[in-house]
């Protein structure tokens, strides 16, 4: 009952269900997280009277997802809601900065986390062929792709529009778009009608998305709002050189210049630019693919953020 969309009557039956499990249980500590599923955790919590909870919103949705009042609306109901949350965690400091901007909650409790991956490992050099001849690319040609869900809000229509740019330009580039989601068709009817429409790719939902961006050249993320962009991290942590919006974390993730390409969100013009100057240089992918991978090593392990989260839970407990 408990789904990402909205809707009142099964999310009130997941609340119902909710405020069962708490009661049969009796927990001493409720952690929640993103938005509608940390909202009815938290509510339930704070009817069965469970004080200390932990949120991790990971991210917001007061802008990119909503029209202004729904905005609002939400925003009014996050200030409620941290009232009777004990800790909030984020994962970069920027997204600290845009809660307490937005007066969603005090600052004594907020806790900066870093985000953890576990290391994805890089394909082989034969799977790689393969996937190639399956997917229809040539060889020598460079993949630029994104992974993501195909909604407006992670900006995938500007990636689109960078892309036929880039392709009335250059024939030796293909573009791989990893995900589903509401914009698929539009996407898809749009590519259709370029004359190059064999060089844009579609996969869908792939179990192996991970896998598949060690084919890429360069990484996109164009998003509009994100609170980190897990995918820049699995990706820099692979060795592939990474261009992303400057929005919520993701500048806290990757720094501009040194480890990838930071550009304005929703400004396909510049995308394509951008694009178009790192596949002509060559040593420049390298040096961003090799500070990415020390970054990501030295700040995002999966054992650091566990170590973290540890810590976390012994100071609540003993408080």
């Given at each position: 009952s408990l ?45 069965l009277?469970?004080?200390k909870?932990i949120?991790?919103?990971?991210g917001n ?14 925003l ?6 941290s009232?009777?949350t ?10 600290k900065?845009?809660l307490?901007?937005?007066?969603l909650?005090r ?22 062929k393969k ?22 809000v ?6 689109m ?35 190059k429409?064999d ?6 939902w792939?179990?192996d ?12 993320q164009?998003?509009l ?10 990706a820099?942590?692979?060795g592939?050189?990474v ?21 304005p969100?929703?400004e ?7 694009i178009v100057?790192l ?32 810590q ?8």
């Open positions: 789904r990402r969309e909205i809707n009142p009557f099964m999310d009130l039956i997941a609340f119902l269900k909710l405020c069962y499990l708490f009661y049969r249980i009796n927990p001493d500590i409720i952690t929640t997280h993103t938005a509608k599923a940390g909202a009815l955790g938290r509510l339930a919590a704070f009817c009277g469970i004080k909870v949120h991790f919103p990971h949705i007061f802008y990119g997802y909503f029209n202004k009042a729904g905005s609002l609306f939400l009014k109901l996050e200030q409620l809601l009232i009777i004990r800790r909030i965690i984020v994962f970069t400091e920027s997204e900065e845009i307490l901007k937005l007066g909650t600052k004594d409790k907020i806790t900066v986390l870093a985000a953890g991956i576990d290391p994805l490992l890089p394909p082989d050099k034969d799977w790689i996937e190639k001849l399956s997917l229809g690319i040539k060889e020598g040609n460079f993949i630029v792709g994104m992974v993501s869900r195909l909604e407006p992670k900006g995938v229509d500007y990636f529009l960078a892309a036929l740019k880039v392709l009335e330009s250059r024939d030796d580039v293909c573009f791989l778009i990893v995900g589903e989601g509401s914009l698929r068709a539009k996407l898809k009817l749009r590519a259709s009608n370029h004359k429409k060089k844009i790719i579609f996969t869908g792939r179990e998305a991970g896998v598949l961006m060690g084919l890429m050249d360069i990484l996109v164009p998003s709002n994100e609170a980190i962009g897990r995918v820049l991290l699995q820099q942590g692979l592939i050189a261009i992303a919006t400057q929005v919520g974390g993701i500048p806290d993730i990757v720094s501009n210049g040194v480890t990838g390409i930071l550009i969100p929703a396909s013009e510049t995308l394509a630019q951008e100057s596949l002509s240089d060559t040593a420049k992918r390298e040096a961003l693919a090799k500070k990415g991978i020390e970054l990501v090593k030295s700040r995002f392990s999966w054992e650091m953020m566990a170590k973290g989260i540890r976390l839970y012994k100071e609540e407990v003993y408080k």
